[in-house]
């Protein structure tokens, strides 16, 4: 199985062993690896058309699926509420930006983790994305996120 990581702009594919025996791949090897290479691209692209380019029409168009299940507590349910959503979300915040830090995918998968800021004079928050895909388009999205704080008691950066 491959998981393909996405680090900086730069998508790569990473082999991550099961056992230590070389085994040649099964056919559903490459095609769940085909997957995974398609859904992470169009998540990639799909963050980038609602998230950078504001743009509701193409994401309801070409990212959600007409059922889509939401399990965030402050997004509405269904493709309809979530284009809602984001409608409400570039009238208050205008000049909102999203940096993507990695990203991964296993089966129908995909897993982003960014950062968001309302405004460029703001932290923001470190998020993370679930999205379960279904014929290249989100039927599925989980969320957690978390305030990116001043200072930690570690020293490491939250990304």
């Known amino acids: 199985m ?4 996405k680090r900086g702009g730069i998508a790569i594919a990473s082999a991550v062993a099961a056992t230590t025996v070389a085994m040649a791949s099964a056919p559903d090897d490459k095609s ?5 290479a398609a859904n992470l691209k ?27 299940v939401q399990h965030s507590p ?5 493709k309809d509420g979530v ?3 984001f409608a409400e979300r570039f009238k208050k915040f205008p000049h909102a930006r999203m940096e993507i830090k990695r990203a991964s995918a296993d089966g129908d998968l995909v897993w982003i983790h960014l950062h968001f800021q309302r405004s460029p004079d703001v932290r923001g928050n470190a998020v993370i994305h679930i999205f379960r895909l279904q014929d290249g388009k989100f039927v599925e ?12 008691v570690h020293g490491n950066s939250i990304f």
Do not use: N
Not at 2 to 5: D, E, L, N, P, T
Not at 74 to 78: F, N
Not at 141 to 152: A, M
């Open 74 to 78: 402050h997004v509405p349910d269904g």
């Open 141 to 152: 999205h989980w969320g957690v996120g978390q305030p990116i704080p001043e200072t930690s």
């Open 32 to 36: 769940q690896e085909a997957l995974e």
């Open 2 to 5: 491959k998981r393909f990581i």
């Open 42 to 68: 169009k998540a990639l692209y799909c963050m980038k058309v609602l998230e950078v380019d504001f743009d509701l029409e193409t994401a309801g168009r070409e990212c959600f699926g007409d059922t889509y």
């Open 83 to 85: 284009l809602g959503y």
